[in-house]
T-cell receptor, first 116, second 108 residues
């Protein structure tokens, strides 16, 4: 039973390029969360998705960032026109989303984005 | 405002010592997570608890709802326990609010 998968593990982009980060939740999990960890800072919530729906995107920058979790396939966090300040570790977590709340969130290994 | 505070920020101890890391939160929560992060590594969920106490191996987590406080204890600490330990609170909804982390170093 594989855990939460993220790829790529490391991503290097030049300023102005696009970054696509993928997250495959644990089997049976329908809820996905994205968190960002800036260098020397704590983790911060970005967005919470269920299949085909964005539930809460209050932590996501209004411009250049978008997220989706399609019916089939992984969740994607997309950053357009990256800037140096986007360099960070991006973690995905998933949970079952059962009615028995709260649910344990299981984290992926993270994607470390470096913007040159 | 939903806030989570951890102490200490850094902790260095000798192998074998009993370790305590503290976490306080500002308002009522639905659950609290304790997480472990190794340098440059991923995040491992150690515990999620809403009340009382949980134990896994040498790790023990407790929570006091009335005092809005949780502790993570490590018994018989070992150098491989060296990591950053993070508490994260669920304030009623599904998104986590994180403490700043405690950097633990266990010296052989």
């Amino acid at each position: 039973n594989a855990g939460v998968m993220q790829n790529p593990r490391h991503l290097v982009r030049r300023r102005g390029q696009e970054a696509r980060l993928r997250c495959s939740p644990m089997k049976g999990h329908s809820h996905v969360y994205w968190y960002r960890q800036l260098p020397e800072e704590g983790l911060k919530f970005m967005v919470y998705l269920q299949k085909e729906n964005i539930i809460d995107e209050s932590g996501m920058p209004k411009e250049r960032f978008s997220a989706e979790f399609p019916k089939e396939g992984p969740s994607i966090l997309r950053i357009q026109q990256v800037v140096r300040g986007d360099s960070a570790a991006y973690f995905c977590a998933s949970s079952t989303g059962t009615t028995r709340s709260p649910n344990t969130q299981y984290f992926g290994p993270g994607t470390r984005l470096t913007v040159l | 405002k939903n806030e989570v505070e951890q102490s200490p920020q850094n902790l260095t101890a000798q192998e074998g010592e009993f370790i305590t890391i503290n976490c306080s939160y500002s308002v009522g929560i639905s659950a609290l997570h304790w997480l472990q992060q190794h340098p440059g590594g991923g995040i491992v969920s150690l515990f999620m608890l809403s009340s009382g106490k949980k134990k896994h191996g040498r790790l023990i987590a407790t929570i006091n709802i009335q005092e809005k406080h949780s502790s993570l204890h490590i018994t018989a600490s070992h150098p491989r326990d060296s990591a950053v330990y993070i508490c994260a609170a669920l304030f009623g909804n599904e998104k986590l609010t994180f403490g700043t982390g405690t950097r633990l170093t266990i010296i052989p």
